[in-house]
């Protein structure tokens, strides 16, 4: 059973430019979470989604940001017009279900933003 | 709002010693917290989970206690390796309405001297 995929790892943009951060949840996961981990930072809360849903979006930002999570293929976290504070290590993680279980963690996107 | 502290935040010991890793959260309604480890660049690793309802984990060398009413989380470590090099982190997911992901703290970096 594959882990949790991220794809690219490293993603580097210019300023202004979009940013697509891609991730494939474990087989038979239907709970999907993104987190941010900020230079010299704990990693951040951004949005929790299910399949077509999004459940909780309180940590994320309220401009640019959004995250789909779609009947077929990878969530999506989008950034639009990034800025050099959007440069973190961005990180996927899904369950098998919720608030009980276990998250399982991909390998991060690091994005740089020039 | 529910804020996660772990002490130490850096710890190099000799190989061989057995260690403790603490962590705190303020917020005790909370479904479950998680330790994982992170390598540096890479992604995170789920170690042990402990349900709201559970005391303590064990997995090898490691084991996890909780103790909700008053906030606190150990994880001990036995017979350290410098393999068990790493940032650990400790996460809580909390019950009492707040965001639905892991809050986190900002880890315990470990240094294992061979």
């Known amino acids: 059973n594959a882990g949790v995929m991220q794809n690219p790892r490293h993603l580097v943009r210019r300023r202004g430019q979009e940013a697509r951060l891609r991730c494939s949840p474990m087989?038979?996961?239907?709970?999907v979470y993104w987190y941010r981990q900020l230079p010299e930072e704990g990693l951040k809360f951004m949005v929790y989604?299910?399949?077509?849903?999004?459940?909780?979006e309180s940590g994320m930002p309220k401009e640019r940001f959004s995250a789909e999570f779609p009947k077929e293929g990878p969530s999506i976290l989008r950034i639009q017009q990034v800025v050099r504070g959007d440069s973190a290590a961005y990180f996927c993680?899904?369950?098998?279900?919720?608030?009980?279980?276990?998250?399982?963690f991909g390998p991060g996107t690091r994005l740089t933003v020039l | 709002k529910q804020e996660v502290t772990q002490i130490p935040a850096a710890l190099s010991v000799p190989e061989g010693e057995n260690l403790v890793l603490n962590c705190s959260f303020t917020d005790s309604a909370i479904y479950n917290l998680q330790w994982f480890r992170q390598d540096p660049g890479k992604g995170l690793t789920s170690l042990l989970l402990?349900?709201?309802?559970?005391r303590e984990q064990t997995s090898g060398r490691l084991n996890a206690s909780l103790d909700k009413s008053s906030g606190r989380s150990t994880l001990y470590i036995a017979a350290s390796q410098p393999g068990d090099s790493a940032t650990y982190l400790c996460a809580v997911r909390g019950s009492g309405g707040g965001a639905d992901g892991l809050t986190f703290g900002k880890g315990t970096h470990l240094i294992i001297q061979p």
């Open positions: 402990i349900q709201s309802s559970q």
């Open positions: 989604l299910q399949k077509e849903n999004i459940i909780d």
């Open positions: 993680a899904s369950s098998p279900r919720t608030h009980t279980d276990t998250q399982y």
């Open positions: 087989k038979g996961h239907s709970h």
